[in-house]
């Protein structure tokens, strides 16, 4: 029994002793040259133009996806949230970001018996010094930018691990128009791995160990 009970301890410092990661995601709308009156942006035709006057001070909020899906899903293979949030108001001229720390918790991850990709989204709101708004979505750095109908389109990044990036560009989606806004990046790190706390292992141990005694005294197994 006492190798049984070694073993299960063994287990749950494995367990616990996992390795985090770290996900940072920026979202960025820095001019990419000096200006005045205006921010110069590339328009769908590829042209550089200059922002009207009331892009200047807006503000961009809006909500961060971050999702997991076992590597070559088939069509049944469901999307994992790992969390939706929402960003702080970010002034347009300006880059702003998150961090997001977390341990995969999918087993077949923790036991390398499989890999999870990433994926990303972001849709928000960029709200003008007039009090209107246009619509701002994170799209693929490939293809035509096409607002999406309804909610931001997960974007695959990559398989998840330390040193995986990511980017593209942010496209607002004015009346009858198309501006790229920014970009945005996600790269993921390692983070701390995670250690439990002294009178966690003593609590945990200490049962292990009862039920031990309990299964030799009271019902005789060795």
């Not at 790992?82 to 995969?104: E, H, M, N, V, W």
């Amino acid at each position: 029994m006492r190798y049984k009970v070694l073993t299960l301890v063994c287990l749950l410092f494995a367990a616990v002793r996992a390795q985090a990661l770290i996900i940072d995601v920026s979202l960025d709308m820095t001019p990419p040259t000096p200006h005045t009156g205006g921010i110069p942006v590339d328009i769908l035709d590829g042209s550089s133009n200059t922002v009207p006057s009331p892009f200047d001070n807006a503000l961009l909020t809006g909500f961060v996806g971050l999702y997991t899906q076992v590597e070559n899903p088939t069509l049944s293979t469901p999307l994992v949230t790992l969390a939706t949030i929402p960003t702080d108001p970010c002034r347009y001229g300006s880059a702003c970001g998150l961090s997001f720390d977390f341990i995969p918790g999918d087993p077949c991850f923790t036991d390398h018996t499989c890999t999870l990709d990433l994926l990303f989204s972001f849709g928000g709101t960029l709200t003008l010094t007039n009090q209107s708004s246009i619509p701002v979505f994170a799209l693929q750095p490939s293809g035509p930018p096409i607002m999406p109908a309804n909610t931001a389109p997960p974007l695959p990044i990559g398989v998840l691990g330390s040193g995986l990036t990511g980017s593209g560009p942010l496209f607002a989606f004015p009346p009858e128009s198309t501006v790229r806004l920014g970009a945005w990046s996600v790269t993921v790190s390692d983070g701390p791995t995670a250690v439990p706390e002294p009178p966690t292992v003593a609590l945990l141990v200490a049962g292990l160990l009862g039920l031990a005694l309990f299964r030799k005294r009271i019902l005789g197994i060795v």
